[in-house]
């Protein structure tokens, strides 16, 4: 992960980091309305019928003000359209086929329920390399968490679909107490449907997701480990994302982890205040989608809003956070989605950080 700093209004990456354009990208609900209602949804029902839904014209000057900014700045910019639903959306491609002229990368985090293969082929089309499938169990689990008989089966159809059409589907699952003994099973369904990838996440109680149970840090901590060794397991079959945050424990320090200690940079975990921005179908904005904490509307500019914005500087200061004598602050930082729907504060401990638990088993 590149580390940026902040200096004179401007974002910087450190040179020896990367030798790659830094990314920067918008995870945009494009609208708030969904055609699932599932049980662990980080929005509510009612907020995503209430909240009022940008406007073409609305959603193009965000993609204007994105473009431009991150040319100012020398990065590769993205759009991430998510929801609700983004494909219940009347106008998508049209803002889609907005951003691709912008020279904008787009990836799409969809339900996967309306991916029939007519739709598959727009999306190819329109410049989609990669879209992210939601499947969050067998078959039974799936459409129990969302809320709808035979979702399981439009969505393993549309992994297919996409897959055939020449798209790279990515599936996504959140790691609950119903589905978490299912994961090779839900691994090997996903390649069967076509899946180039899969990641797995924690749970954030919030929204509909406020009622469900989290794991238990040493439920979290098997399944990682469950998930580490199927990674080389299905190494020739699909990648198995270790993006989440938590992830970092696993790995061995090396040159750049120890010079990032040293000097109490960021440099991997999660990527709050460091890459993006969450937009709201309202165009208010998180710091991720999964963080309800407002910086302020988009229409104030993203660079504004990334730079100035005293929550972001404050996310940046490892000094700020409850773990920040851990020896893995600088690579991980937990989830602060998570650490904030448990305590209530953005800086506490990630509750679900099992670094105890390793260490316990090393002894």
């Not at 449907?193 to 997701?209: C, D, H, K, T, Y």
């Not at 397991?233 to 990032?260: G, H, M, P, Q, V």
């Amino acid at each position: 992960m590149q580390i940026v700093i902040l200096a004179d209004n401007a974002l910087v990456v450190d040179a020896c980091v990367t030798m790659t354009k830094p990314y920067f990208y918008i995870q945009w609900d494009s609208t708030s309305r969904c055609n699932l209602d599932c049980l662990h949804c980080y929005h509510t029902k009612e907020e995503r019928q209430t909240r009022y839904v940008m406007s073409c014209l609305e959603a193009k000057s965000m993609l204007d003000d994105l473009a431009n900014t991150v040319k100012q700045w020398g990065f590769r910019g993205g759009i991430h359209f998510s929801g609700g639903e983004p494909l219940v959306r009347g106008d998508i491609f049209e803002i889609i086929d907005y951003s691709r002229e912008l020279g904008l990368e787009m990836r799409m985090l969809s339900n996967g329920t309306l991916i029939t293969m007519e739709k598959a082929k727009r999306l190819k089309q329109s410049g989609f390399d990669i879209v992210q499938v939601s499947i969050d169990g067998i078959k039974e689990t799936h459409d129990f968490l969302r809320n709808k008989e035979g979702a399981y089966d439009l969505s393993m159809a549309a992994i297919n679909n996409l897959k055939e059409v020449g798209i790279q589907p990515t599936v996504s699952s959140t790691l609950t107490k119903t589905n978490f003994l299912q994961i090779e099973k839900i691994i090997e369904e996903a390649y069967k449907a076509g899946a180039a990838r899969i990641g797995f996440s924690q749970l954030v109680p919030e929204g509909n997701g406020k009622d469900l149970e989290m794991l238990t840090t040493k439920e979290l901590y098997e399944s990682f480990s469950e998930l580490y060794k199927l990674k080389m397991k299905y190494k020739d079959k699909l990648e198995i994302l270790t993006s989440e945050s938590l992830w970092c424990l696993f790995n061995k320090d090396n040159e750049y982890t120890k010079r990032a200690q040293g000097s109490a940079i960021m440099a991997g975990g999660c990527g709050i205040a460091m890459f993006g921005l969450s937009v709201l179908s309202d165009g208010l904005v998180y710091p991720c989608r999964r963080l309800p904490i407002t910086l302020g509307h988009i229409t104030e500019g993203v660079k504004e809003i990334f730079i100035k914005n005293p929550l972001l500087n404050q996310l940046r200061d490892i000094n700020n956070y409850e773990c920040k004598d851990c020896t893995k602050v600088t690579l991980c930082r937990g989830c602060r989605a998570v650490a904030y729907a448990a305590t209530g504060n953005v800086f506490a401990k990630d509750p679900q950080c099992f670094k105890h638990l390793m260490e316990e088993k090393n002894d």
